[in-house]
């Protein structure tokens, strides 16, 4: 897939008030020009990037269920994001510890400005798992015409007090870091970053992922640490790749997902949805329950549900890629 970078020059308005003066967007898009191939436009979780043919392998590329030479096939990444999209690191006007509440509605309405710059009229299959999730049934409801079919997985219509909890906690891991409010530049809180990102994994994955990969390979072991690295690893691993200040921004927005704000209610939200619909839940899931995925299948009026297994919880949505690839054939005959 290839990058771009798109500069929208006008205010930005954001829906807990104030603007940002401009916004850039970076995202990536099948090779080749787009007449005559069918739109599909992915919508990524909290720390992925725009390129899904890096963290979504497994379905994105020629040949397969998203194949790029198909479709026209769009990712772009999410304000307050790091990777090329504007977020704290890049918008002078505030402090990296400062930038403004931005909200999933505030997400998809950055897509729209894309969409428009993109000339797409309507988007032909609408994907998105976790905080990809809120993005897809935010831009279903809030723009109805402009999707003609979606899928969303691994997520919810409303966030969950159990969900804002976990966020919370790993939001004080980071604020537990002197480093975070201190810091003149992205390298602040990097060690309350990794003490978050191990806190997230207990959420992302289970008990029956750790006993699959990292139980100890000696009987005879004294004290367990094979569990231990595997923690300090993921920690390192996300500092490496990402910023405090934007992971920090990231959760907040988390907390704004309520697709049935200024609606009447998440019923009557959902109700507004008309693109045909698949929600996809995981049986292992402890983040987002079978039972969010159900709601959202019964909510909108054509929805349908289907249930994955897998050993490895919420992270499932990115592993188990022959069950999703089986799920969104039965249901979506463009595939």
Not at 83 to 92: F, K, L, N, Q
Not at 254 to 260: A, E, I, K, Y
Request: charged residues 20%.
């Amino acid at each position: 897939m290839q990058k771009h970078t798109y500069t929208y020059e006008k205010p930005f308005a954001l829906e807990a008030g104030g603007t940002l003066e401009g916004i850039t967007i970076c995202y990536h898009t099948s090779e080749g020009e787009r007449a005559g191939r069918k739109v599909v436009w992915i919508c990524h979780a909290l720390t992925a990037n725009s390129n899904p043919e890096e963290w979504w392998d497994t379905l994105v590329g020629p040949g397969k269920l998203f194949d790029t030479e198909k479709f026209f096939v769009v990712c772009a990444n999410i304000l307050g994001s790091c990777y090329g999209t504007t977020g704290p690191a890049t918008y002078p006007a505030a402090p990296l510890n400062k930038f403004p509440l931005v909200t999933i509605r505030d997400l998809v309405n950055a897509h729209e400005v894309l969409r428009e710059h993109l000339g797409i009229e309507a988007i032909d299959f609408l994907v998105g798992g976790s905080n990809g999730g809120f993005q897809s049934v935010e831009w279903a409801a809030s723009y109805p015409d402009r999707i003609k079919n979606v899928c969303m997985l691994a997520t919810s219509a409303i966030v969950s007090p159990w969900c804002t909890a976990t966020l919370e906690a790993q939001r004080m891991c980071i604020k537990a870091d002197p480093t975070f409010d201190e810091a003149e530049d992205a390298r602040g809180g990097a060690k309350g970053l990794a003490a978050a990102r191990s806190n997230a994994l207990l959420t992302y994955r289970n008990y029956e992922g750790y006993l699959r990969t990292q139980s100890e390979p000696d009987p005879d072991f004294l004290q367990a640490h094979r569990a231990v690295t595997y923690q300090q690893y993921q920690g390192k691993k996300l500092v490496d790749r990402f910023d405090a200040y934007s992971y920090y921004s990231l959760t907040l927005g988390v907390d704004t997902h309520n697709v049935g704000r200024g609606r009447g209610g998440v019923d009557a939200a959902l109700k507004r949805i008309s693109a045909k619909t698949l929600a996809i839940g995981i049986d292992s899931d402890i983040l987002f329950p079978v039972d969010e995925s159900r709601r959202l299948a019964e909510g909108v009026q054509d929805g349908a549900l289907e249930v994955i297994s897998s050993n490895f919880g919420h992270d499932g949505f990115l592993l188990e890629y022959k069950q999703i690839a089986a799920a969104i054939r039965k249901h979506f005959d463009i595939f």
